[in-house]
């Protein structure tokens, strides 16, 4: 039989029988439009997640300290052995990996306890530097107020639950200044080793320490922030009072790592407590970080964390897939029985068509095409159906969230892959819901099917 007379013949078949081909049809695509929905909310999720993440610079940042500083966490966080001597996480150390290629930035982590004061009363808080690339994390999406104005402007963002400490009422609280009070570090110079205060004769000098001196400054209040940024080793965690890193670095206020420093006799010199490297991509961390390390400096990355992050989802959407076929199956068996009823209605017709000739696989062939149709019929209205139902998922997520002063997000999407994927898989089950039926009606006697009435 011709392809052409085929079809033509299995699409006449389709139109006799169309309200019981409709249904089955739709039957084949609300479980499509399940299956699409569901994997597109895990796409979703997974995609924002990621969005999120890469945006937070997590999964492209390497964090630097001095190699030393690893041996007291504990043998899972110390780095593998390096041939290279530890050394001195300082100004020339930044400057040189910040040379290193694929590196995008390289800022320290500046974050300090201080007071500071506003209307006459006084606050202790935490300060962190906050560098230029913070603006696009994604941390400071909804937050009230704007980002600073430049990176060396004396004005501050506030963390949400300490802005309520200055006033409940925290939108009153932008364009007020507060006095911030820090210690600021001054290197002394280094003591000869004959001088009556030495303790150590064998030594040529030792460390002069540092002193420390009061000092104020006035910011000017810009912003109010939920949600505390994450970012760097350690995190801006607890830093409640944010202001420009470049800000932060010029105010020289002493941190805790000004101890070490006099301990180790670099006083004189001040080092950072840790680095954050950014790559110019998430591929270009793995070689950065063995570069780093290579230095002499300790060095690690969230890459395992994305590879079990990357695990997880990939469970979750065989869960989700495994579920929305569910509803796919059910879909089988109306196929099943729609071909079925079509060869008890059609038994003369399959009879004649043998008596004229029709071989075998032409019978199976006829099912087959209606099969196939409805079930590329069913595929694009299911997959049609499903990307409606993913955003009506994402419309109820964010009027929910913005009842809650949130910032709306998209739990929803449906790639090309996911469509093409799901219309395949419909074409797919319904040609193998319908090699029952088409075997069956391949084997009818045709003298049996004439005198069938």
Do not use: C
């Not at 890459?303 to 992050?309: I, T």
């Not at 996911?418 to 319904?430: C, K, N, Q």
């Amino acid at each position: 039989m011709k392809p052409r007379d085929l079809g033509d013949l299995a699409f006449r078949n389709l139109r006799e029988a169309l309200l019981r081909n409709s249904l089955t049809t739709l039957g084949i695509a609300v479980g499509v439009a399940s299956l699409v929905a569901m994997l597109s909310l895990g796409v979703g999720l997974q995609q924002l997640a990621a969005k999120r993440l890469s945006q937070s610079g997590l999964f492209d940042s390497v964090f630097v300290t001095p190699r030393m500083n690893l041996r007291g966490m504990g043998r899972a966080a110390m780095p593998p052995p390096s041939d290279k001597e530890p050394r001195l996480l300082d100004e020339d150390a930044l400057q040189e990996i910040s040379r290193l290629p694929n590196v995008v930035e390289v800022f320290p982590q500046v974050r300090f306890f201080t007071e500071v004061r506003y209307d006459g009363k006084p606050f202790a808080t935490m300060v962190a530097g906050l560098p230029e690339s913070s603006k696009s994390s994604g941390s400071f999406d909804g937050m009230q107020g704007s980002f600073f104005s430049s990176v060396g402007a004396y004005e501050t963002i506030l963390q949400s639950e300490f802005a309520k400490e200055l006033n409940p009422q925290t939108s009153s609280l932008l364009g007020k200044e507060l006095v911030l009070r820090y210690a600021e570090r001054q290197s002394l110079p280094q003591i000869p080793a004959d001088s009556s205060a030495s303790s150590s004769p064998n030594s040529e000098s030792l460390p002069g320490g540092f002193s420390v001196i009061p000092k104020e400054m006035r910011l000017r209040i810009v912003g109010v922030v939920d949600t505390e940024p994450a970012a760097g080793f350690g995190g801006y965690g607890n830093g409640r009072l944010l202001i420009p890193l470049q800000v932060a670095m010029t105010l020289r206020a002493a941190q805790v790592n000004d101890l070490r420093d006099i301990v180790r006799g670099t006083s004189s010199k001040p080092t950072f407590a840790s680095l954050t490297v950014r790559a110019k991509s998430p591929s270009y961390v793995e070689a950065l970080e063995a570069s780093i390390k290579n230095m002499g400096f300790g060095a690690f990355s969230l890459l395992d964390a994305s590879k079990s992050l990357r695990i997880f989802f990939s469970v979750f959407d065989l869960l989700l897939g495994i579920f929305g076929s569910l509803a796919l199956a059910v879909a089988t068996l109306g196929i099943i029985n729609t071909l079925v009823m079509a060869i008890l209605e059609r038994r003369r017709e399959i009879g004649v068509l043998k008596a004229l000739g029709a071989a075998d696989r032409d019978v199976k062939q006829l099912f087959f095409v209606e099969a196939g149709v409805m079930g590329f019929v069913g595929g694009i209205l299911g997959a049609f159906l499903g990307w409606l139902i993913g955003r009506a998922l994402t419309f109820g997520t964010n009027l929910y969230l913005h009842r809650q002063n949130l910032p709306g997000v998209d739990i929803s999407s449906v790639p090309w892959w996911l469509v093409l994927g799901a219309i395949a898989f419909a074409i797919f089950v319904s040609l193998a819901a319908g090699l029952y039926p088409a075997s069956r009606a391949a084997r009818l006697n045709p003298v049996e099917a004439l005198r069938y009435e």
